[in-house]
């Protein structure tokens, strides 16, 4: 499986061809990050049966909207905008890309999931608790790549009504979904 090295690469290179203000203000990681040597949401989204046909696709475009994310709560990997408001219209900017990109593809569910995915984790920050968002990603990643699951549906329920155990209840959905297949 592709890790998240490969990912930002792959954003990198499509922002720049791209153009406009994000292609100016990228960025290579300011140091080594373990992590990325390990695949993010967007490879294990692209790693799953409804998504394998089009992985590439699917990676790319959910780099950008996690990109876009982490230039509204977190340390981005590509776009280094140094004013904080520029930084979060270009994660605005980021979204509708990668948004655009799945509409185009016409998955409908994956538009609803990663709209949930991004309501989601704005609502876990405002609450302060990075645990839930972590899991939103997790499990927004694996309803992309394996699709809907009445058991997902009910986890992000209890998100949404901010349950002390929603981020549990979230990764346990995910792993049984991904075990599906």
């Known amino acids: 499986m592709r890790t998240a090295r490969d990912g930002a690469d792959a954003l990198r290179e499509a922002l720049r061809a791209e153009g406009g203000a994000v292609a100016g ?3 290579e990681p300011a140091s080594p990050i373990e992590h990325l040597d390990l695949p993010g949401p967007a490879q294990l989204a692209a790693a799953g049966p409804r998504t394998r046909d089009r992985n590439r696709e699917y990676e790319l475009l959910l780099e950008m909207i996690l990109e876009g994310y982490r ?4 340390e981005p ?3 280094r905008a140094r004013d904080p408001d520029l ?5 605005d900017q980021l979204y509708a890309l990668g948004l655009a990109r799945l509409a185009a593809l016409g998955d409908l569910d994956a538009v609803a999931e990663l709209a949930d995915v991004i309501s989601l984790t704005a609502q876990a920050h405002s609450a302060a608790d990075r645990d839930l968002a972590d899991a ?3 499990a927004g990643a694996v309803s992309v790549g394996w699709g809907p699951s009445e058991d997902h549906r009910r986890a992000k329920e ?3 009504a901010l349950d002390p155990d929603a ?3 979230l ?3 995910a792993a049984r979904r991904a075990a599906d297949s």
């Open 25 to 27: 203000v990228l960025d």
């Open 71 to 74: 230039l509204h709560y977190d």
């Open 77 to 79: 990997l590509v776009v």
């Open 87 to 91: 930084a979060l219209l270009l994660g």
């Open 136 to 138: 939103v990603w997790q």
């Open 158 to 160: 209890r998100a949404r």
């Open 167 to 169: 981020a549990s209840a």
């Open 171 to 173: 990764r346990a959905s």
